[in-house]
């Protein structure tokens, strides 16, 4: 007799973002079919009798094979860093399409949609633009409506700056045509401004990196950003919150607008300023931007994740090797000035967050949830299929050990990186079994499912989330 499921997750304790319960899941044809406290058989039980079962990790903020920047490549492709990303938890991200000198963002678009068929994952997009010409404009509205509906700018870095006019009319293309605005907010003038003095000083070194963009430039052109957004009347999501200021400011625009939201990254809540001044070159390899801040800046931002003005916690994962020219340091010391932004960090997200905010009693199961899980989901248009345990959802979902404390090692993320910053840390939870639409992807660290295992998922059209 055919079984009626082809996977029970039985004897778990369940989180969502509505609670926690011990009940069966049903899986059938890579969804979940059945919530129940005893659901029969299937063709695998499997017993997660002493383990939570979470919602895989949606990871929103990836940079994965994305052109050099200023010269230097982000290590790894989308089948290694999948790859990692399965081993930490995650099962979907939404990674980058770069807008490129001379190309049409379509071709750009169909180029990356081909580089992500490794994928071991579910994948989307967003688009980064550079250059708002009346051509990208024009060609912006076919794209979004296929599903890649959220555009990001910088308004910093040479190669990727974009100046406040044409985000403006990008604002009013997303508005138009139900996409969401991504923006990497920082004062590039007043950084050039204080970079100068640094090097009228001599202070080049790395460790000088925060001193060049203190958050009070982010706070401004958060400020400055969302009157913008909420002039036009365009939904606005701010990347990478690095401490109180900033996210004070996401927090008082939401308040006039709800179409304005906020994330920030793990990297901010475990590292500080102090971190690039470590001995010999240690400091290398914690540059990232914006720079990480203060312990006081860490407690503000877990309190705006227990508020809400937060509502993401992504990993900006963002890897350059630590040797080598593409990579952080070459022999001889670097100045800040040329050193590649960015650390890996898509493995690490759910155990650091876990760790740092469950186990050490900052957050509740159920935000944790909603932090890694459902809210990236609701935000970037991936729900209901992503995010949540449900009757309908995609059978993602992943069997953790709340109990498991290991040091962490830089071979535990299966990636092509040759360091994570977060090694020797202690942690406590671990992910001992990941699954993909129902298949057996990751078990004991060991990832099993192959390349191309991925599928594109188009975003929905953009509407106000309800958020937890």
């Known amino acids: 007799m055919q079984k009626r499921f082809d996977l029970i997750i039985r004897g778990g304790t369940v989180v969502t973002t509505a609670g926690v ?271 990480p801040r203060t312990k006081q800046d860490q407690e503000e931002l877990w309190r705006h994740i227990r508020t809400g003005t937060i509502s993401i916690i992504s990993s900006d994962h963002a890897p350059f090797l630590s040797v080598g020219e593409d990579g952080k340091p070459i022999p001889g010391p670097r100045p800040f000035t040329a050193m590649p932004n960015g650390i890996p960090g898509i493995g690490a997200r759910l155990p650091l967050i876990f760790s740092e905010g469950v186990a050490k009693g900052r957050i509740s199961l159920e935000k944790f949830v909603a932090i890694t899980a459902s809210n990236p989901a609701r935000l970037f248009g991936l729900a209901p299929r992503k995010g949540s345990i449900a009757i309908g959802a995609d059978a993602d979902l992943v069997i953790w050990d709340a109990e498991e404390v290991r040091v962490v090692q830089n071979s535990d993320f299966n990636h092509a990186n040759d360091y994570s910053p977060y090694e020797g840390m202690t942690v406590q939870g671990w992910p001992q079994m990941t699954f993909v639409r129902g298949e057996l992807a990751l078990q004991d660290g060991k990832v099993l499912l192959p390349r191309g295992s991925g599928r594109h998922i188009p975003a929905a059209p953009f509407s106000i989330p309800t958020l937890s």
């Open 21 to 291: 319960g011990k009940y069966d899941i049903g899986v059938s044809d890579g969804r979940i079919v059945a919530l129940a406290e005893h659901l029969g058989d299937a063709e695998r039980v499997v017993d997660a009798t002493g383990r939570l079962v979470l919602p895989g990790g949606v990871d929103t903020h990836c940079h994965i094979e994305e052109p050099p920047e200023g010269g230097y490549t982000i290590s790894g492709t989308f089948e290694t860093e999948t790859a990692s990303a399965l081993t930490g938890g995650t099962t979907s991200i939404v990674s980058f399409a770069v807008q490129e000198p001379g190309r049409s963002m379509r071709s750009v678009v169909e180029d990356y949609r081909r580089r992500a068929s490794a994928s071991r994952i579910d994948y989307g997009f967003h688009m980064i633009v550079m250059r708002a010409t009346d051509e990208l404009l024009g060609e912006l509205p076919s794209l979004i409506a296929e599903g890649n509906r959220s555009i990001k700018v910088f308004t910093t870095y040479e190669m990727f700056r974009i100046g406040d006019g044409d985000i403006i009319r990008l604002m009013e293309v997303a508005r138009d045509n139900r996409a969401l605005m991504c923006i990497h907010a920082e004062n590039d003038e007043a950084i050039r401004y204080a970079r100068g003095l640094l090097e009228r000083d001599g202070k080049t070194a790395v460790k000088y990196h925060p001193a060049s963009k203190p958050i009070e430039f982010e706070a401004e052109a958060i400020r400055r950003l969302s009157t913008y957004a909420e002039m036009v009347g365009a939904p606005a999501h701010f990347f990478h919150l690095s401490g109180g200021a900033a996210a004070d400011e996401v927090r008082r625009a939401n308040q006039r607008n709800p179409m304005i939201f906020g994330e920030t990254c793990a990297q901010y809540l475990v590292f500080t300023a102090a971190d690039l001044d470590r001995p010999g070159r240690e400091g290398e390899k914690f540059v990232f931007s914006p720079a």
